[in-house]
């Protein structure tokens, strides 16, 4: 629930959807990472915040539409951000799509913001390896090279950004727990912005809280689930902040093929 940060935003769409693969045979799908099971088409997450007590002007989401393959691997993602404050304003919207190589492997993906030229991200993969070593980044005016770097289990662990000039320009790195979940990850934009988040688990590997921290600013979400499917997968929880009274209900539409 904070000011979005294009930048920020850009890289951890590029790298969040490479995470627990460590070969051809054993990469899972998207859908995994989205804690979803079953044959899952599409997902549409809405946000109620009609039971916050107080808003603020940060920039949060209204809807994020899900699409999948039949391999489970995004093909699509489409999100749309408020104000709190002064939901009459104008919508923020992002977008991305994703393109495949014969492999399954993780081609070409492309972002828009808003009305902006898409920028191109392009992953790139030694002969015949299945996790990409680098990726590159075109916004229209310059290209940004982001070299990247996996754990034993195949898992994105590190994914540094340098401008042309090799200016180190954003810094990623994570740790994921014995069954590949992410428990901590950290972001660097230059010199002026740093935020962390740390993430636990219920027994049944949903989310159970997300602690962030952001230069000294620190907040921390915590999940219950209200409602699930016949597949298991939840459709309804509510999100409730340390920083803020009151609590938002996320419901999530799913489609099956």
């Given amino acids: 629930m904070t000011r979005i940060l294009k930048p920020l935003f850009l890289l951890l769409v590029a790298v969040s959807f490479l995470a ?18 079953g044959a899952v088409k599409t997902t ?30 995004l093909e699509e993602t489409v999100s749309s951000y408020i104000e709190q404050a002064n939901t009459a304003n104008k919508q923020t919207t992002m977008a991305s799509k994703f393109q495949y190589d014969d492999q399954g492997r993780l081609k070409t993906q492309y972002d828009r913001y808003d009305s902006d030229q898409p920028q191109v991200i392009s992953f790139l993969y030694r002969e015949e390896e299945f996790l990409p070593y680098a990726s590159t980044m075109f916004d229209g005016h310059e290209t940004q090279m982001t070299n990247l770097s996996h754990d034993t289990n195949g898992n994105m662990i590190s994914a540094v950004s340098v401008s042309e000039s090799l200016e180190t320009k954003s810094q990623y790195s994570a740790k994921y727990n014995d069954i590949n979940q992410l428990v901590e990850r950290s972001f660097t934009y230059g010199d002026s912005y740093q935020s962390s988040i740390t993430v636990t688990y219920n027994s049944d590997r949903t989310v159970k809280s997300e602690t962030t921290i952001t230069g000294d600013d620190k907040s921390v979400l915590t999940y ?15 999100v409730m902040s340390s920083d803020k009274d009151g609590y938002v209900i996320e419901k999530r539409t799913i489609n099956y093929f």
């Avoid at 693969?21 to 989205?34: A, I």
């Avoid at 039971?51 to 391999?71: G, V, W, Y």
Wanted: negative net charge.
């Fill in 224 to 238: 219950e689930y209200l409602k699930t499917d016949s597949v298991d997968n939840w459709i309804e929880r509510k």
């Fill in 20 to 37: 627990s693969c460590d070969s051809k045979t054993s990469k899972p799908k998207d859908t995994v990472y989205y804690n979803l099971s």
């Fill in 44 to 73: 549409l997450h809405s946000f109620d915040y009609s039971n916050l007590e107080a808003r603020d002007e940060s920039f949060s989401p209204e809807s994020i539409k899900l699409t999948f393959n039949r391999d489970g691997m």
